[in-house]
């Protein structure tokens, strides 16, 4: 895909092509697939839940950044946007992780030191 | 809408006179105009605030008063807080912000002035919402943080907690439509050769604020959603009754209610950063420094918010965290201190009204700071949690720090939106009034605390020692409401008469003081190009009108370490502002009155969900909160295919 | 900077008289997406905070209650189409702003429609699916499941429905002719919000769908 990108970024019009995004959008729905395989896979027992999770939430971490900087043009645009972009998104994994942490996990670790 | 039209050449005898009259103001996309209803009304809401602390301090000036009664006081402490908060602090910064930014950065307007009038619309009728329910006595009564599961339905009937949901909303979605023109504004229509390490102070800590309200606001517009979803339609999502931990409202109010502390502070810093350097006659020492502090407070403001629930036993984990996540807090606002003290250092005082309120914030902010510190200790915290202890921080903190910054900020700009100088024999008075009033409030609150007296009660009994400092509490506040007065008549009296300023009656260093006061309508004439950080203070002139350390940024103080500069980064522009020299031509968007009738669709829409929970024919009315989507709706499509803009 | 830049400096050389040289309506619609990312960001902490702690039925995937066995009422099969079709509107999203940028009015307007109408389907599903776990007997007072996927699901249909009817006012001024090249930021930025919409919806079906 790097060449496939240089290509683009040489091109006069500067926009991606149609066939690029084409296959980006394969990409976005084989890894799709992939995530529904893997609850798949997890409701017939061929991996633990932890294992499911951790796959799903990569595939879905790749889908994400391929759709923000491909489709969002953030990979070809001013950097000024990316970090419009990402600021606020690390504050709202921040609070995702932030409440999870405070809410589910803490309470069993403090259960587990005996506090 | 980016684009505008073009009504008059640049000849200056083609620019468009200003106009007059009531629909001239309601139509109005000029943010000076903007900034000035900004003023006015939260200058209105905060004698309103301050009305209700009188209320609070009559009622327990002595012991068993029969003042005000149990639930009437609880509803004058929330609306205290709300008022003070939502209605008259965030938007008198916000006043400085609309007035001050485009000046401060060459610009004719802000980026969407249509966007401007819409946050102005919509928070003048969230504030007399929310005002409305105090006047019928049914506001709001659990306190500004509204802590599950106190405001289910279930344990508070009645309005008054749909009224901080609704009122809430609408206020906080006018703070994230103006923010959003801000930031834009200040990142894109800076003048040219303006670059970011260029922007003067306040700008500077106008965007940082602006990026905190886009942020946090978006948590709180979530956490007062779901709670007017468990009022009006019986969610569950605070009910420990179907499973929920109401510590949760408590994570996400904080999450949101820390960075808006820092809200209500930065814009001060920035406002301040301007007054010293101005009154000192010297260059804000460790610029740089003080960038960088402020994001990094803005950072930090995010990862501390626990320190609020020390309380609820979350465990030592997370308690040693956020202990010591908020002690680190202490050290780029220690540095902000010392850099205005260093500004001060040497320089050729001059001690204005605006200077003595600038340098008291100094003081009065410290001590606010210092008590703060003394919470972040955990263990510590569990005695002071809860008591008028705390309450002593706060207002050190909004009072001696964003009330008294906005203070000067007002005696130093003044000049600038009307033309005319403040009294200073009347700044005088208000100043000494209000120091005296506020250290006389605030002081004894501390010992109070100490002694045990807890917050939010609405009397105490005799005999337990509370009598006295609260005696002293309450004339204290009565105090401030005299040098409120005095501030107030001061206000309108020079407005009037005050003595013509001319351009740059303080001898300020900034672009807002280039220009006329009170400024065109399209600010610049010609649009500046900026050399350095202080373009009026450049040169020789600046040196011989006895700026004794009149020197452009690449000369100014550098923090040193062992050889090394401190505080010096990459720009991240490198050097550049592609804003081009070539002027235009003075563009300016006509008038609209798309905005106040958005505006009023999205007070309907939020504001008739009220009577969901009302009886009888009243139930009805919600449904006017269709209508207000729709009128939103036309709103929105007559707003983007308006021709002119 | 990059040359997409460069082009549509081209394409409106008065406009982009800005200290970064960028459009301030594409940067205002980013820090509205980076506030956006907060509003999604919070609605599902709470409902990740929430997720488990409901006290009755129904629940969103297969456990065993009081040993008892009880089915899971979330619909994977029926979701799984519906992520696909929403990703394939994004697709066509893409292709439709190549097509106005390249000022290619029949295949812009067309491809738009289409965009729209995948969204459509989206929301029929999504309709479809409330509808089924209503008579379920999952309703927004339920349980703490019910009120939190109820919300989080619903504010991102809201967003859909909001695109769909933002896409087809393009659909239309596009059909009329209204939209050329030198006006291809109003299809940008569509997409922009269309794409964000999707990638919340990419972060969301694993997240209440897939991981249990």
Avoid at chain 1, 22 to 31: N, P
Avoid at chain 2, 325 to 339: V, Y
Avoid at chain 2, 379 to 403: K, R, S
Wanted: hydrophobic share 50%; aromatic share 14%.
């Amino acid at each position: 895909m790097t060449s496939e990108t240089r290509e683009i970024i040489h091109d006069q019009h500067a926009h991606p092509t149609n066939r690029f995004y084409i296959v980006i959008g394969g990409i976005l729905i084989l890894l799709t697939v992939l995530e529904i395989l893997g609850y798949v896979g997890e409701t017939r027992g061929v991996f633990s839940q932890g294992t499911a999770a951790l796959v799903i939430g990569v595939l879905s971490a790749a889908k994400f950044f391929a759709v923000v900087a491909y489709y969002m043009h953030l990979k070809f645009d001013s950097r000024i946007f990316t970090g419009i972009f990402l600021f606020p998104a690390m504050l709202g994994t921040l609070v995702i992780v932030g409440l999870y942490m405070a809410q589910q996990i803490l309470p069993r670790w403090g259960a587990s030191l005996g506090f | 809408m980016a684009s505008t039209a073009t009504v008059a050449a640049p000849h200056p005898a083609a620019v468009p006179a200003t106009e007059t009259g009531i629909w001239s103001w309601i139509t109005t996309v000029d943010h000076k105009r903007i900034g000035i209803l900004y003023g006015v009304t939260s200058i209105f809401f905060f004698l309103v605030g301050g009305l209700e602390a009188l209320l609070i301090r009559t009622q327990l000036i002595r012991p068993e008063n029969k003042f005000l009664s149990a639930d009437v006081f609880n509803q004058m402490f929330t609306m205290h807080a709300l008022t003070m908060i939502f209605l008259a602090l965030m938007p008198l910064t916000a006043a400085f912000f609309n007035y001050m930014v485009p000046l401060q950065i060459g610009a004719r307007d802000v980026a969407f002035p249509r966007l401007n009038a819409l946050s102005y619309w919509i928070y003048l009728f969230g504030g007399i919402y929310l005002l409305a329910s105090s006047i019928l006595k049914i506001a709001p009564n659990v306190g500004w943080y509204a802590y599950a599961p106190l405001t289910e339905r279930p344990y508070n009937p009645g309005p008054n907690v749909d009224f901080y949901v609704l009122g809430l909303q609408i206020v906080g979605l006018s703070s994230i439509i103006a923010s959003l023109n801000f930031i834009i504004t200040i990142i894109n229509l800076r003048a040219p050769g303006m670059r970011l390490m260029r922007m003067p102070l306040f700008t500077w800590m106008v965007l940082i604020t602006n990026v905190l309200i886009v942020t946090a606001l978006a948590v709180f517009t979530i956490a007062v959603t779901q709670l007017m979803f468990d009022r009006m339609f019986g969610t569950a999502f605070f009910d420990p009754a179907r499973g929920s931990d109401p510590l949760i409202w408590q994570h996400i109010f904080w999450m949101f209610g820390h960075p808006e502390v820092y809200i209500l502070i930065i814009p001060i810093f920035g406002i301040i950063s301007e007054i010293i350097p101005t009154f000192s006659r010297k260059p804000l020492f460790g610029y740089n420094v003080m960038v960088f502090a402020s994001i990094l407070i803005g950072w930090l403001g995010w990862g501390v918010w626990s320190h609020h629930m020390f309380t609820v036993g979350l465990g030592p984990i997370a308690d040693s965290f956020f202990a010591l996540s908020t002690m680190l807090i202490a050290i780029p606002t220690g540095i902000k201190i010392f850099n205005w003290i260093g500004t001060m250092w040497g320089g050729a005082i001059r001690f204005t009204t605006a200077m003595l309120f600038a340098i008291s914030f100094i003081a009065m902010f410290t001590v606010g700071g210092i008590s703060g510190v003394m919470h972040s200790a955990a263990p510590a915290d569990l005695q002071q949690n809860d008591t008028y202890f705390i309450v002593a921080h706060i207002h050190y903190v909004f009072f001696g720090g964003t009330v008294l910054g906005l203070f000067a900020g007002t005696y130093y700009w003044f000049p600038k939106v009307t033309g005319r100088l403040m009294s200073e024999k009347l700044g005088w008075a208000h100043f000494a009034l209000t120091m005296v009033g506020m250290n006389l409030a605030f002081f004894p609150m501390h010992f109070l605390g100490l002694f045990g007296m807890p917050r939010r009660v609405f009397t105490y009994e005799y005999g337990l020692g509370f009598e006295g400092m609260n005696l002293l509490s309450t004339l204290g506040a009565y105090l401030i409401g005299v040098g409120t007065i005095v501030f107030v008549v001061n206000l309108v009296l020079s407005a009037r008469r005050g003595a013509l300023a001319g351009p740059n009656p303080w001898g300020a260093a900034t672009l807002e003081w280039s220009i006329p006061s009170p400024p065109p309508v399209y600010n610049f004439r010609e649009i500046p190009v900026v050399r350095s950080r202080m373009p009026l203070w450049e040169g020789d002139p600046a040196r011989d009108g006895g700026i004794p350390h009149g020197r452009v940024e690449e000369e100014t103080e550098q923090v040193t370490i062992a050889g090394t500069k401190i505080g010096e980064i990459h720009d991240p522009e490198e050097g550049e502002n592609k804003m081009s020299t070539h002027d235009h031509g003075i563009h300016l968007p006509p008038p609209s009155y798309w905005p106040i009738v958005t505006a009023f669709g999205i007070l309907l829409v939020f504001g008739a969900l009220i009577f969901r929970n009302a009886e009888g024919a009243l139930y009805n009315l919600w449904y006017l909160s269709l209508m207000g989507v729709g009128i939103v709706v036309v709103g929105i499509y007559s707003w983007a295919f308006e021709p002119g803009h | 900077m990059s040359t997409a830049n460069a082009a549509v400096h081209a394409a409106h050389p008065g406009h982009l008289d800005t200290s970064t040289g960028l459009d301030s309506r594409k940067m205002a619609f980013w820090t509205f997406i980076g506030s956006e990312c907060l509003l999604f960001g919070s609605l599902i902490a709470t409902y990740l905070a929430n997720k488990g702690k409901s006290t009755v039925g129904p629940y969103p995937h297969e456990m065993v209650v009081d040993g008892k066995h009880v089915e899971g009422i979330l619909n994977i099969p029926l979701t799984s189409f519906s992520t696909f079709i929403l990703l394939m509107s994004s697709v066509a999203m893409v292709l439709a702003l190549n097509y106005t940028q390249r000022g290619i009015r029949s295949k812009a307007t067309l491809w738009l429609f289409l965009t729209a109408f995948g969204g459509s389907i989206f929301l029929g599903c999504q309709v479809y699916e409330f509808t089924h776990f209503w008579h379920e007997g999952l309703t927004l007072q339920t349980n703490l499941f019910g009120s939190t996927f109820y919300l989080l699901t619903g504010f991102h249909g809201a967003h859909v429905t909001v695109g769909v009817i933002y896409l087809l006012t393009l659909t239309t001024l596009s059909a009329r002719g209204r939209i050329g090249p030198e006006k291809a930021l109003n299809v940008e930025i569509a997409g922009l919000y269309w794409h964000f919409v999707d990638v919340i919806w990419i972060v969301i079906f694993p997240l209440v769908y897939l991981i249990k």
